[in-house]
């Protein structure tokens, strides 16, 4: 599973919009996710998440979807 860039859009609610600019692992951008993981996995608040360009393993597959794991600040 390889790493690929992705910037924090904004956040809606509880949740982060994520973009990936290199998008050729899914049809779906951008993708929201709980922000609370994002801030967890990376060691910020989650409103400082907006803007801030990470690094992650994004999988998809028809059971699951689509699955961003492995957020690292880039």
């Known amino acids: 599973m390889a790493r690929v860039p992705v910037t924090v859009l904004l956040n809606f609610g509880d949740q ?3 973009v990936i600019p290199d998008f050729k692992i899914t049809d779906q951008n ?4 709980p922000a609370a ?3 967890a996995a990376i060691g910020l608040a989650t409103g400082e ?3 801030k360009h990470l690094t992650a393993e994004v999988t998809e597959t028809p059971e699951t979807g689509v699955v961003v794991t ?3 600040l880039a």
């Open 16 to 18: 982060s919009e994520l």
């Open 30 to 33: 951008p993708i929201r996710v």
């Open 37 to 39: 993981e994002v801030a």
């Open 49 to 51: 998440l907006p803007g």
């Open 70 to 72: 492995g957020y690292e």
